[in-house]
């Protein structure tokens, strides 16, 4: 049985989603998403003997909404995982992140490797610390047209608030494995200053295979809500987490570890995406056909992978 409820943990409300029972997996989701992009999951690793939590994060859904961009550092992200970990009476759990939950997942490995009993990154490749800040490099390198520094700006609050359902429909279909555009080569999330983001994004004729009204309904009818200025301030805080975790430079993830991936997200062909694909010693998996939101276009098969990873690692310590 699924329930939901809330934790209090580093300072803030979570709202939680949990199932099962036995070792703990926190699943982790991205921008601009919420628990529900588990949905598929949650059920299928409860019924196979975990205990499965899927947070809102913070500034996401149900949870709190800090007011300041300084509230949304890594830090602050990995502090929140951790706190979850230790709330429910645990000492480690495996850590599942896609899209911007990833990074989280990856950094509570890399800081905190007493908790993690392992880790899998959906869509965004595993990376350390970069030598330079990311949005202040990404600004210099194209101009401020790549998607992060766009979306740091203040404009993007309102264009996304204006009509979520517009935003989610466009965005949802624009970086999935069923936009005609992102086969054989996705597209490169470059927005020129002239255009506005959702003008850039694809408006569908129809929802993709994956999705239906009832599905898109529950983000949008969330973010209306809620707004979309919390989730883009994970974004603005991005060179803010960069400057607090300086004394990790250079250090190594040890727990058992897996990246999955779409051959059509258009997060694989991003500035240095594909060397660092290549160069990944953990175990990948490259999906034919899957986009970007993978976990939920590909819902069997990442739950398959899941199982398996956590067969051989989610019951024991690393």
Known sequence: M?????????????????????????????????????????????????????????????SDRPGSVDDYTMLHLVGDVVGLVHAFGEERATVVGHDFGAPVAWQTALLRPDVVRGVVTLSAPPR????????????????????????????????????????????????????????????????????????????????????????????????AESGFTSALDWYRALDRGWELTGAWAGATVRAPALFVGGDRDPSQVMPGAQELISALTIPKVILPGAGHWIQQERPDEITGLLLDFLAEHGRTAP
């Open 2 to 62: 699924t329930t939901h409820g809330f934790i209090e943990t580093n300072g803030i409300r979570l709202h939680v989603v949990e199932a099962g029972e036995g070792p703990l997996v926190l699943l982790l989701h991205g921008f601009p998403e919420l628990w529900y992009s588990w949905r598929h999951q949650i059920p299928a690793l409860a019924a196979a003997g975990y205990h499965v939590v899927a947070p809102d994060q913070r500034g996401f859904g149900r």
């Open 128 to 223: 350390y610390r970069p030598p330079t800040p990311p949005l202040r490099t990404m600004r210099e390198l194209l101009g401020g047209e790549f998607y992060v520094n766009r979306l740091e700006e203040p404009e993007a609050d309102a264009e996304f608030d204006r009509d979520p359902r517009t935003t989610f429909r466009r965005l949802l279909f624009t970086l999935s494995g069923d936009n005609p555009a992102n086969d054989p080569t996705p597209i490169q999330l470059v927005v020129p200053r002239d255009t506005a983001i959702l003008d850039y994004l694809d408006e569908p004729a129809e929802l993709p295979s994956w999705l239906d009204e009832t599905e898109l309904d529950v983000f949008a009818d969330t973010f």
